[in-house]
Each structure stands twice: as structure tokens, then as C-alpha cells.
């Protein structure tokens, strides 16, 4: 009988020294990879899950990191290679030939000053002796294969003139131009819309039946694991805590970690009080030393739920007030293609007559692909783009033809928490300063001292130690500095917040706390969101309602729930059928489609 073993990974180590200590990043982590097989690795960041995919590929930056003890055996064409012992000289043999890796951010994995087609043909040139021509037509079929539009074009393009879909294509080719034995692919669809993932997910799989290949996915998101994986190994602070079967994971998790990360995902199925975390099933003490709370998902989830009846009473209080924010006819309007004096000969219709009024203390979703005007509403209604027409009406005053300086009253009551916390944050100053900056600026309290009190106040608020006044952003996690931006928001007592795809590159469990604190603020203070995401469970879960845009314009609108429930146009219901769920009837199909069966009997 044939070996079907790739990759066996012992009692690996990997550990980084920093002057006062030394941190095992990945401590005694023991699993088999196999032909055809793909193994979900999933955990919180610094779980250690990225650093077990880069000591395999011998990428571990040394110093201050190093492979301390362990094996990586591979079973290659010509015996078994321990990947921890080859020299680097033989590791770049392997290295993009026989092992591939698609990195999470396809633009920093890109060289922005070759063209795409290039960057692909240079990977075949360098591990196959082929000539430049035959490079070139082995790359523009590899586009065709990944589903790349106009794969000629492309091959000329540079990677900051296509979408990030389309540079994460560009990155599969590149893993898949030497045909490797294994993949190793990290958190490779985590800022993708919904659709280009489903499309994404479903190339690799292909790609994984053709080349009978191994592939090691990497990722936060269980809901993808569900669909994709046929094993799953759960990491937790550098140690693997369980591993088993897709199957297995899903229905009877053992360890409370993975019972955590299960629950934190938002249902679709049902409306929630607020989501549970890792710490409703486990808790670790001042020694580091855990305890569970052995509740089920279903205990802690069914705990929460709110009926069909608290929610229509709540409506119905909700929109009997007059709307805080209405949006009439709004146009927002980028020209394009400059005659010779400069007139525009067309424009890019980003937001296209767009309707529709915001009531005090709701939650308005606001969903759509990359590429739709979700955020270009959201900045114009912020005057942070100039509307072409229209009117934007908060509490009565239309601010449409206001300018910078009567906006400037308006400020303070209008906020905005972006996506990107680490690009919000100056590098140069402390976060307590970057929250005392609006206070500043608008003349919030009489002094600093007050002012500083004040920041204080919040980063308790939002569940961080005031120490951390003088700390810099790059000494906090994605989801404490997203914390931060969230504090800042606050600083001048808003009462309208727009939060522009601000959970979506935090892991699960992170994700499900950051959103819990949106929802504690907003019943504390009583805030008015509109939350914009291109992933629909987490909207769902926010939005009191919900508008779906495709092209500039509003192509649904209602209840959150509704809309859910019967999508009324074919594009919400692309969207919603895009939606990696994670329920049993997925996993069996899943498992099913790999098997060649018609259905799996558990």
C-alpha cells in the first residue's frame, strides 16, 4: 500500500530570545500531514499557529528565533528529508518547489516594482529548466487556471493596479507554479469579501484534487475550517491543547478553548444578547494555570438568545422616534478619464442616489463587496469626501454645504473608528497622547490634567490598565490597539459612530469582544452606529437593520432578520450564500464532495 505521508511534524520547538526571557512560540507540537489532506491549524494570534507554518518552511528569523528541538520529517520523492537538519542551501530547493506558502497580505508578499507575470515566471525560472517563453506561457496558464480575468493583461500588470482578490490569485499561482507536494497557506482569504473567498476556497480545493496535494491552512475563522479541512489542529498559547477530525472538532469539542472559539462565531440562525468569548469555558489564573467552567456551547449560547417577540418590542420603541440622520439622495461622484482641459469625460458613480434615514440608539448594517460605496458613504456623510449632491440632515441641519469650519462643531458629535487601528495610531506618540489629541484640539476640559483623567477613564472603559497611557501602538495586539481607536472615538462624547470595517482583520474571539464592548457603549450612552462590514454574520449580529449596496446603490433594505431570512434580490442572496457557516450539514456535504459520496453517515 502507497505511503500516503507527507509531512510528520514531532515534538517540534521553536522558541525567540528577548533579553529578559525566552518564549517557546510553538512548545512540543506533534501532527501528520497526508496526501489529498488538508489540516486546519486555528487559534488567537500568538497561539503560535504562524510560527508552526514558518519553522516548516525554515523561515524563522535567527536571530532572535530558533528551532530548538524536534523533527520535521518530510517524504519527499527521494527519501525522507528532516526539514529542521537540511542546510539553507538545500532548504531553497524545497523551498517554493516542493513546499509553497501564500502569505495573509498579498500586497507586502508582492515585489511593487515587477509585474505580476514576472514575479510568477521568475518562481518557474528558478526551479525548472524551461526557457523564458515557456516561463511566460506556464504563468499566463496558471492565471487562466487560478480565474484570473484577461490573464495576457495581467501578466504586464502591476500589483497595485488590481484588487486584492486578484493579487491573492496572483499569489496561489505563484505557490502552485512548481506543482509543491504541500501548501502552506496563512490566513490567505482573512480581509477578503465573503464571494471572493467562497471563489478562493473553491480554487484551492481544486487545485488540491489535481495535484493530489497536501495543504496546511492556517486561520482564525472555524466557519472556513468547517468547509475546507479535513483534520484540525486547535493551538493555544504555542502548545496544541486538540486535534481530530473536521467532524469530530464540530460536534464534540474536549478542550474548552475550542468550545470558546466554536461559540464566538455570530450565529445566522438566531439573534444573540451578545456574543460569548473563550472566557465563558475557561479561565486562567495569576500563575497561568487554567480552569474550565465545563459548560456546553449550546448552554452558554441558548443563555443568550433573544426572542423574535424582545426584538419586534424594541423595533417598535426604536422607530417611533424621528431619525437622527437623513440621507437624501445622495451622490458621490470620482472623475475619470481627463479631456486635454481637464475636463472629465466620465466619472466613477461611487455613491449613486442613495436614500435612507438613521434612528437614535440604532444599529444600521451597511453590507456590500469591496468596490460597492459602503465606505464612501460612510466619509461622505462624515464630510470627509465631498458629496456631489444630495443632502446629509443630522439633528435637523442639513451639513451638505458647510465648511471646514462649521463642520468642525460637528465633529465631536460625529465620529469614525477605521479599519486599519495600526495605520489610525501615529507611531510617534504614546496612545494616552493620541487620545488627548481630539480633546485638545476641540477644547474638551480646561487643562491636560483633566483631560488626562478623562483618558484614563476610558481605556478602563474599554478593558485596558491605565498604564498603558505611555505605551506606543506597536506594543499592543490588532485587537487591544482597535481598543484604542474605539477610546479615541469617545474622547469628545459622540453620539454617532461609524464603525468602517473595524473587527474584520481581528481574530474570532478577539472579534466577538470588541464587538460586545460596541454594544455595551452603545447601551451605556446611548450611540447611533452605522456599521459597515463586507461580512454579513457580523452585520447581522449588530444591525438593528440592514442596507445592502452593490455599484453605489442601495439594492435591499429592512430588518436584519428579514433580510437574512428571505433575501429578496439575487445579490443578497449570493452574498448570504457566500457565508462560511460551519453547521454539520456543510462539514458532511464537504467531507461528501471530497469522498465522492452523495452523503456522510455519522
Same mark, same amino acid.
Given at each position: 500500500?502507497?505511503?500516503?505521508?507527507?509531512?510528520?511534524?514531532?515534538?517540534?520547538?521553536?522558541?525567540?530570545?528577548?533579553?529578559?526571557?525566552?518564549?517557546?512560540?510553538?512548545?512540543?507540537?506533534?501532527?501528520?500531514?497526508?496526501?489529498?489532506?488538508?489540516?486546519?491549524?486555528?487559534?488567537?494570534?500568538?497561539?503560535?499557529?504562524?510560527?508552526?507554518?514558518?519553522?516548516?518552511?525554515?523561515?524563522?528569523?535567527?536571530?532572535?528565533?530558533?528551532?530548538?528541538?524536534?523533527?520535521?520529517?518530510?517524504?519527499?520523492?527521494?527519501?525522507?528529508?528532516?526539514?529542521?537538519?537540511?542546510?539553507?542551501?538545500? +532548504?531553497?530547493?524545497?523551498?517554493?518547489?516542493?513546499?509553497?506558502?501564500?502569505?495573509?497580505?498579498?500586497?507586502?508578499?508582492?515585489?511593487?516594482?515587477?509585474?505580476?507575470?514576472?514575479?510568477?515566471?521568475?518562481?518557474?525560472?528558478?526551479?525548472?529548466?524551461?526557457?523564458?517563453?515557456?516561463?511566460?506561457?506556464?504563468?499566463?496558464?496558471?492565471?487562466?487556471?487560478?480565474?484570473?480575468?484577461?490573464?495576457?493583461?495581467?501578466?504586464?500588470?502591476?500589483?497595485?493596479?488590481?484588487?486584492?482578490?486578484?493579487?491573492?490569485?496572483?499569489?496561489?499561482?505563484?505557490?502552485?507554479?512548481?506543482?509543491?507536494?504541500?501548501?502552506?497557506?496563512?490566513?490567505?482569504?482573512?480581509?477578503?469579501?465573503?464571494?471572493?473567498?467562497?471563489?478562493?476556497?473553491?480554487?484551492?480545493?481544486?487545485?488540491?484534487?489535481?495535484?493530489?496535494?497536501?495543504?496546511?491552512?492556517?486561520? #482564525?475563522?472555524?466557519?472556513?475550517?468547517?468547509?475546507?479541512?479535513?483534520?484540525?489542529?486547535?493551538?493555544?498559547?504555542?502548545?496544541?491543547?486538540?486535534?481530530?477530525?473536521?467532524?469530530?472538532?464540530?460536534?464534540?469539542?474536549?478542550?474548552?478553548?475550542?468550545?470558546?472559539?466554536?461559540?464566538?462565531?455570530?450565529?445566522?440562525?438566531?439573534?444573540?444578547?451578545?456574543?460569548?468569548?473563550?472566557?465563558?469555558?475557561?479561565?486562567?489564573?495569576?500563575?497561568?494555570?487554567?480552569?474550565?467552567?465545563?459548560?456546553?456551547?449550546?448552554?452558554?449560547?441558548?443563555?443568550?438568545?433573544?426572542?423574535?417577540?424582545?426584538?419586534?418590542?424594541?423595533?417598535?420603541?426604536?422607530?417611533?422616534?424621528?431619525?437622527?440622520?437623513?440621507?437624501?439622495?445622495?451622490?458621490?461622484?470620482?472623475?475619470?478619464?481627463?479631456?486635454?482641459?481637464?475636463?472629465?469625460?466620465?466619472?466613477?458613480?461611487?455613491?449613486?442616489?442613495?436614500?435612507?434615514?438613521?434612528?437614535?440608539?440604532?444599529?444600521?448594517?451597511?453590507?456590500?463587496?469591496?468596490?460597492?460605496?459602503?465606505?464612501?458613504?460612510?466619509?461622505?456623510?462624515?464630510?470627509?469626501?465631498?458629496?456631489?449632491?444630495?443632502?446629509?440632515?443630522?439633528?435637523?441641519?442639513?451639513?451638505?454645504?458647510?465648511?471646514?469650519?462649521?463642520?468642525?462643531?460637528?465633529?465631536?458629535?460625529?465620529?469614525?473608528?477605521?479599519?486599519?487601528?495600526?495605520?489610525?495610531?501615529?507611531?510617534?506618540?504614546?496612545?494616552?497622547?493620541?487620545?488627548?489629541?481630539?480633546?485638545?484640539?476641540?477644547?474638551?476640559?480646561?487643562?491636560?490634567?483633566?483631560?488626562?483623567?478623562?483618558?484614563?477613564?476610558?481605556?478602563?472603559?474599554?478593558?485596558?490598565?491605565?498604564? #498603558?497611557?505611555?505605551?506606543?501602538?506597536?506594543?499592543?495586539?490588532?485587537?487591544?490597539?482597535?481598543?484604542?481607536?474605539?477610546?479615541?472615538?469617545?474622547?469628545?462624547?459622540?453620539?454617532?459612530?461609524?464603525?468602517?470595517?473595524?473587527?474584520?482583520?481581528?481574530?474570532?474571539?478577539?472579534?466577538?469582544?470588541?464587538?460586545?464592548?460596541?454594544?455595551?457603549?452603545?447601551?451605556?450612552?446611548?450611540?447611533?452606529?452605522?456599521?459597515?462590514?463586507?461580512?454579513?454574520?457580523?452585520?447581522?449580529?449588530?444591525?438593528?437593520? +440592514?442596507?445592502?449596496?452593490?455599484?453605489?446603490?442601495?439594492?435591499?433594505?429592512?430588518?436584519?432578520?428579514?433580510?437574512?431570512?428571505?433575501?429578496?434580490?439575487?445579490?443578497?442572496?449570493?452574498?448570504?450564500?457566500?457565508?462560511?457557516?460551519?453547521?454539520?450539514?456543510?462539514?458532511?456535504?464537504?467531507?461528501?464532495?471530497?469522498?465522492?459520496?452523495?452523503?456522510?453517515?455519522?
Amino acid at each position: 500500500m502507497e505511503d500516503r505521508t507527507l509531512l510528520e511534524i514531532k515534538n517540534l520547538v521553536t522558541e525567540f530570545r528577548t533579553e529578559d526571557e525566552t518564549v517557546k512560540a510553538v512548545n512540543d507540537v506533534s501532527f501528520t500531514l497526508n496526501k489529498g489532506e488538508t489540516i486546519g491549524i486555528v487559534g488567537e494570534s500568538g497561539s503560535g499557529k504562524s510560527v508552526t507554518s514558518l519553522s516548516a518552511m525554515r523561515l524563522i528569523p535567527n536571530p532572535p528565533g530558533r528551532i530548538a528541538s524536534g523533527e520535521m520529517l518530510f517524504h519527499s520523492k527521494d527519501g525522507i528529508i528532516d526539514l529542521a537538519k537540511v542546510s539553507e542551501k538545500e +532548504m531553497r530547493t524545497l523551498r517554493g518547489n516542493e513546499i509553497a506558502m501564500i502569505f495573509q497580505e498579498p500586497m507586502t508578499s508582492l515585489n511593487p516594482v515587477y509585474t505580476c507575470g514576472d514575479q510568477v515566471a521568475e518562481t518557474i525560472l528558478l526551479h525548472q529548466k524551461v526557457s523564458k517563453k515557456e516561463a511566460k506561457e506556464r504563468t499566463i496558464d496558471l492565471f487562466k487556471q487560478v480565474q484570473l480575468p484577461r490573464p495576457d493583461v495581467i501578466f504586464d500588470t502591476y500589483p497595485h493596479q488590481i484588487s486584492g482578490g486578484q493579487k491573492q490569485r496572483v499569489m496561489i499561482a505563484m505557490a502552485m507554479s512548481c506543482n509543491p507536494s504541500i501548501l502552506i497557506a496563512d490566513e490567505p482569504t482573512t480581509a477578503l469579501d465573503v464571494t471572493v473567498q467562497k471563489t478562493i476556497l473553491e480554487l484551492m480545493n481544486e487545485l488540491q484534487i489535481k495535484h493530489d496535494m497536501g495543504i496546511m491552512f492556517i486561520t #482564525h475563522d472555524l466557519g472556513v475550517i468547517a468547509e475546507l479541512a479535513d483534520k484540525v489542529v486547535v493551538m493555544y498559547k504555542g502548545k496544541l491543547v486538540e486535534q481530530g477530525t473536521v467532524l469530530d472538532i464540530f460536534t464534540n469539542p474536549q478542550h474548552p478553548y475550542t468550545k470558546g472559539l466554536l461559540a464566538c462565531r455570530p450565529p445566522l440562525n438566531k439573534r444573540l444578547e451578545w456574543l460569548p468569548t473563550v472566557s465563558d469555558f475557561m479561565t486562567v489564573d495569576s500563575d497561568g494555570v487554567m480552569h474550565e467552567t465545563n459548560k456546553s456551547v449550546e448552554e452558554v449560547t441558548n443563555s443568550l438568545i433573544i426572542s423574535p417577540e424582545q426584538t419586534a418590542k424594541q423595533h417598535e420603541k426604536l422607530y417611533a422616534q424621528e431619525p437622527v440622520l437623513q440621507i437624501k439622495n445622495l451622490k458621490t461622484y470620482f472623475p475619470i478619464n481627463k479631456g486635454i482641459f481637464g475636463k472629465p469625460k466620465d466619472y466613477v458613480k461611487a455613491v449613486n442616489d442613495v436614500t435612507f434615514d438613521v434612528y437614535p440608539g440604532e444599529t444600521l448594517g451597511l453590507v456590500g463587496e469591496s468596490g460597492c460605496g459602503k465606505t464612501t458613504l460612510g466619509r461622505t456623510i462624515l464630510k470627509l469626501v465631498e458629496p456631489t449632491s444630495g443632502q446629509i440632515i443630522f439633528e435637523g441641519n442639513d451639513l451638505t454645504h458647510l465648511g471646514s469650519k462649521e463642520m468642525r462643531e460637528y465633529r465631536k458629535k460625529l465620529q469614525i473608528i477605521f479599519q486599519d487601528p495600526y495605520s489610525s495610531l501615529n507611531p510617534r506618540i504614546t496612545i494616552g497622547e493620541a487620545i488627548m489629541e481630539p480633546m485638545r484640539v476641540h477644547g474638551v476640559y480646561d487643562n491636560d490634567e483633566e483631560r488626562k483623567a478623562r483618558v484614563m477613564e476610558l481605556l478602563r472603559r474599554v478593558n485596558l490598565p491605565e498604564q #498603558h497611557f505611555y505605551r506606543y501602538p506597536h506594543e499592543f495586539s490588532g485587537g487591544q490597539r482597535q481598543r484604542i481607536c474605539i477610546a479615541r472615538s469617545l474622547a469628545l462624547n459622540p453620539k454617532f459612530i461609524i464603525c468602517d470595517e473595524s473587527v474584520s482583520a481581528l481574530d474570532v474571539s478577539v472579534q466577538a469582544q470588541v464587538l460586545n464592548l460596541l454594544n455595551e457603549l452603545k447601551a451605556e450612552f446611548g450611540f447611533t452606529y452605522i456599521f459597515i462590514s463586507h461580512d454579513l454574520s457580523v452585520v447581522k449580529f449588530m444591525s438593528d437593520r +440592514m442596507i445592502v449596496m452593490n455599484q453605489g446603490e442601495i439594492v435591499e433594505m429592512g430588518l436584519a432578520d428579514e433580510i437574512y431570512a428571505n433575501p429578496k434580490t439575487d445579490y443578497t442572496k449570493k452574498l448570504i450564500g457566500a457565508i462560511p457557516k460551519g453547521e454539520l450539514a456543510d462539514i458532511k456535504a464537504s467531507i461528501a464532495k471530497k469522498k465522492g459520496l452523495t452523503e456522510v453517515v455519522v
